[in-house]
Nanobody, 124 residues
Framework: QVQLVESGGGLVQAGGSLRLSCKAS????????MGWFRQAPGKEREFVAG????????YSADSVKGRFTISRDNAKNTVYLQMTSLKPEDTAVYYC?????????????????WGQGTQVTVSS
């Protein structure tokens, strides 16, 4: 079992930046591919960005490409999502997720563990 706790959310003006963190605990002796998802009110949860176990491979949704950067520090069991040039449409609850299978994933069903989420609100 892996427990994930997100932090770093908040209220920011459009054009601003935030950095989200996701701290893993529990079975961290294993390595996991990690991802960030988000869910806006009335919408389905969607993939934002993912990172491989080593951190050597990252990928992101077209909607955030060039603005959001995912990274990880395996020594700290922490994954980050650096968000810049934020837009009101980025407003959502952001969730961290861990994938125990080999390979990368961008679908909800490909992730085994989820955090509780952190709210990001971007004002216009």
């Amino acid at each position: 079992q892996v427990q994930l706790v997100e932090s770093g959310g908040g209220l920011v003006q459009a054009g601003g930046s935030l950095r989200l963190s996701c701290k893993a605990s529990g079975r961290t002796d294993r390595s996991y591919a990690m991802g960030w998802f988000r869910q806006a009110p009335g919408k389905e949860r969607e993939f934002v960005a993912g990172v491989s176990r080593s951190g050597g491979t990252t990928y992101s949704a077209d909607s955030v490409k060039g603005r959001f950067t995912i990274s990880r520090d395996n020594a700290k069991n922490t994954v980050y999502l650096q968000m810049t040039s934020l837009k009101p449409e980025d407003t959502a609850v952001y969730y961290c997720a861990a994938r125990s299978d080999v390979g990368l994933g961008s679908k909800l069903t490909e992730y085994n563990y989820w955090g509780q989420g952190t709210q990001v609100t971007v004002s216009s």
